[in-house]
């Protein structure tokens, strides 16, 4: 699992996102979120084609910043 620091540095950059199931997201990463509660996870958003994903922190293996 990647660490909370990593997700930090990503914020308002692009990126390209390793998920654990193998899957590459790549795009502009607009923010890092801190949990509301201790029953959700850090995560981050990343928007590609106008879409923004919400990537929990389980799911990323690696973060490759390229800007």
């Known amino acids: 699992m990647i660490s ?3 997700m930090k540095k990503a914020a308002n ?3 390209e996102v390793k998920l654990i199931n193998g ?3 790549k ?3 607009t923010e890092y979120l ?3 509660d201790e029953d959700e996870e850090h995560n981050i958003t990343v928007r590609r084609d106008g879409i923004l994903f919400e990537i929990n922190q389980s ?3 690696e973060i490759e910043i390229l800007n």
């Open 27 to 29: 795009g502009y990463c």
């Open 4 to 6: 909370v620091d990593e």
């Open 13 to 15: 950059k692009e990126v």
């Open 23 to 25: 899957k590459i997201s």
């Open 34 to 36: 801190w949990p509301e």
């Open 59 to 61: 799911e990323i293996e």
